[in-house]
């Protein structure tokens, strides 16, 4: 446990002495979200983070905008792996998800009917030359808002239909991004609350209407994804240690306290 309070010690090393006055921190590895204001934490909640094989990464960016009732623009290769097995299996499984096929992904591509499609040949495939893409819906895979942080890794936070997964203590489900237990309450804190009009009745109102919009925060927010297998809780000064899901501690360990660790 001694070495392991090292670890995380110089993980903490990696960051600003100062992360600024209001900033939210993801701890992948205890899979909780936690919102900065001040010295306060106003908000908290459980999250939903990479599976072993597709790990969610450690990196900083800002918060810029969100978009409520969002489309799920899906990446090809979630589409060959996951969904194309699924429509081979239920042939109305694409229509029955709100999921549309384009074309392609040029601005002009056109609608396709699914079932025209021979979708057996790309299931060795790397490449898929159609666009999947989801309606804004209870169903849709990113839920109802995605809050958008742009970046290399392309991994943002949102919102998901299968809240009963928050109920596992484990919680590495997701292809890298993080999907939130709250996320209507986080748009109303990120857009400034009641004091800049934005309170949560608002926000579930703009959910309901079921229309896509985009909302610019007036500040860009600080998002640290981190992962911190030992953290003590500044608000009851607890030490808490976690699971080393991703094999991280392994690694540091070998190059921070030698080869024997």
Known sequence: RIDQLRLNLERWRWLPRELGSRYITVNTAAFELRV???????????????????????????????????????????????????????????????????????????EVDPQQVDWRRFLDSEHLPYKLMQDPGPGNALG???????????????????????KKEQRAFSHGCIRMDRPAEMAAWVLGGEEKGWSLARVNEIIAGRKRQVVVLDQPVPVYILYRTAFVNPENHTLYFYEDIYGRDKLLAKALLGPGS
Do not use: C
């Open 144 to 166: 109802r808002i995605k809050f958008m942080l742009p970046n290399i890794h392309s991994i943002y936070l949102h919102d998901t239909p299968a809240h009963g997964l928050f």
């Open 36 to 110: 900065h204001d001040q010295d306060a934490v106003p908000l908290s909640m459980r999250v939903i983070v990479g599976k072993t094989a597709h790990p969610t990464p450690v990196f900083t960016e800002k918060m810029r905008y969100l978009i409520v009732n969002p489309y799920w623009h899906v990446p090809s290769r979630v589409a060959i792996r996951d969904l194309i097995p699924k429509q081979l299996r239920q042939p109305d499984f694409f229509r029955s998800r709100a999921n549309r096929v384009l074309s392609g992904w040029q601005p002009d591509a056109v």
